[in-house]
T-cell receptor
Framework: GAGVSQSPSNKVTEKGKDVELRCDPI?????LYWYRQSLGQGLEFLIY????????KSGLPSDRFSAERTGGSVSTLTIQRTQQEDSAVYLC????????????FGPGTRLTVT | GNSVTQMEGPVTLSEEAFLTINCTYT??????LFWYVQYPGEGLQLLLK?????DKGSNKGFEATYRKETTSFHLEKGSVQVSDSAVYFC?????????????FGQGTILTVHP
């Protein structure tokens, strides 16, 4: 079946603009995670969704970052007033409930803030 | 808090050489341990896992044993191939939580030459 998909694959934006990144998890996966992969910080957890709720937002780096999930499926990560330090690859992963450690990752969105 | 430390790379080997990538961890709970691999141009993939002490995870000729006494989960392969060239990430998930929030090491770049 289809894996986790993310769009766009690449995004170049100007400093100060808002961006939206989309994640389509594997059908039936109730858990969804966002991570960020950057040169300086490695791979960092951002937020976890179970269904449409986000019980763990502890990794979001600032209040410019927000995420939502609708219908227990698609998730959108929004970054407002982008800064150069936001440049990174944003990864989405999903898993079945009860098999939370078997996460399937999408290909990522490479965000470049100029 | 939780943390993962990987041996620094990059690692360059000739085909058929023996591979070890060291990984040690610090965790407040009783974690599950993983190795993920990222092949060039592809997304993160789960390579192997171990969920309790002395478990050995294995896949594609790679092995890693969960050593609680040394808090380690070193990745090994007896004979590497050019196709093993990739970035390898050690990770943990604290089973004290009900979900699989992953903490990653910095990643080790492996290049295998013919």
């Amino acid at each position: 079946g289809a894996g986790v998909s993310q769009s766009p694959s690449n995004k170049v934006t100007e400093k100060g603009k808002d961006v939206e990144l989309r994640c389509d998890p594997i059908s039936g996966h109730t858990a969804l995670y966002w991570y960020r992969q950057s040169l300086g910080q490695g791979l960092e957890f951002l937020i976890y969704f179970q269904g449409n709720s986000a019980p763990d937002k502890s990794g979001l780096p600032s209040d410019r970052f927000s995420a939502e999930r609708t219908g227990g499926s698609v998730s959108t990560l929004t970054i407002q007033r982008t800064q150069q330090e936001d440049s990174a690859v944003y990864l989405c992963a999903s898993s079945l409930e009860g098999l939370a450690y078997e996460q399937y990752f999408g290909p990522g969105t490479r965000l470049t803030v100029t | 808090g939780n943390s993962v430390t990987q041996m620094e790379g990059p690692v360059t080997l000739s085909e058929e050489a023996f591979l070890t990538i060291n990984c040690t961890y610090t965790a407040t709970g009783y974690p599950s341990l993983f190795w993920y691999v990222q092949y060039p141009g592809e997304g993160l993939q789960l390579l192997l896992k171990a969920t309790k002490a002395d478990d050995k995870g294995s896949n594609k000729g790679f092995e890693a044993t969960y050593r609680k006494e040394t808090t380690s989960f070193h990745l090994e392969k007896g004979s590497v191939q050019v196709s093993d060239s990739a970035v390898y990430f050690c990770a943990l998930s604290d089973r004290g939580t009900s979900y699989g929030k992953l903490t990653f090491g910095q990643g080790t770049i492996l290049t295998v030459h013919p």
